[in-house]
């Protein structure tokens, strides 16, 4: 039995119990199988014993108060959550709760306006702010052997988005805590590799929805429907894309 519970893998977005009666929410509830709550027991253990640690522990009791600050009237009952604070508020606040002084912007060059506005927000707020764009350093994309084929603009000294290059001069500057804004996938993987403070996600790069990459999400029953099915090999193509709804 020990074995099998071993080798479950957790899947909790396909749990099909109610909510209000799982184990990771109520004592003695209920998992599904590969249940990590009832599975994993110690794994939890370690996790748990992380928190102990000051610098960790200190780190997520701010995040839970944080959590928490979000909502307004907490008091009345029964209770019906009602969020009040924008995730730009909230990293202002939880920075402040930190004692964070000097912040790292590290945003996209896609997203330039966007990243002078939260400059000028998190400046506003008492912050000091290092800002980094993705293209610093011109590199160019030879570097990692892209070809021309493979560059956006074919023809051209394309230079490289450098995450790398990012997390290293926000490092060098000590900064206390990393804010990431717009930068494409698997470049924000290897600045998180690389980078030494902790960091958060102000916004994700979704070209085609204006940065809110949940809509397609949301549209997945509608417009989005060609989502259950894989994409075309290097296409981003649809064989029946035109069976959408218009």
Aim: proline share 4%; aromatic share 8%; glycine share 6%.
């Amino acid at each position: 039995m020990g074995s099998e519970k071993k080798h479950l893998e957790p899947t909790c977005a396909r749990c099909s119990i109610e909510p209000e009666t799982r184990a990771c929410k109520k004592l003695k509830g209920a998992g599904s199988r590969g249940c990590p709550t009832l599975t994993r027991k110690e794994l939890l253990e370690k996790a748990n014993a992380e928190y102990l640690k000051q610098e960790m522990g200190s780190f997520a009791r701010q995040a839970s108060i944080q959590e928490a600050a979000c909502y307004a009237n907490r008091h009345e009952r029964p209770y019906i959550p009602q969020p009040s604070k924008t995730r730009i508020e909230e990293i202002c606040e939880f920075a402040h709760r930190m004692n964070y002084r000097r912040l790292g912007l590290v945003f996209c060059t896609g997203l330039k306006n966007e990243a002078a506005i939260v400059d000028k927000i998190l400046r506003n707020n008492g912050f000091e702010v290092i800002s980094v764009i993705c293209k610093a350093g011109r590199t160019l994309k030879e570097l990692i052997g892209i070809e021309d084929q493979d560059k956006v603009c074919r023809g051209t000294d394309e230079a490289m988005c450098n995450p790398i290059f990012q997390a290293m001069v926000v490092n060098y500057e000590k900064t206390d805590f990393n804010v990431l804004l717009g930068l494409c996938v698997g470049h924000d993987s290897l600045f998180l590799k690389y980078a030494d403070a902790f960091t958060t996600v102000l916004a994700v790069k979704d070209r085609v929805t204006g940065h809110n990459p949940l809509t397609p999400i949301y549209l997945y029953d509608h417009y989005y429907r060609k989502l259950k099915r894989p994409a075309m090999e290097g296409s981003g193509e649809n064989p029946k894309d035109n069976e959408k709804e218009a």
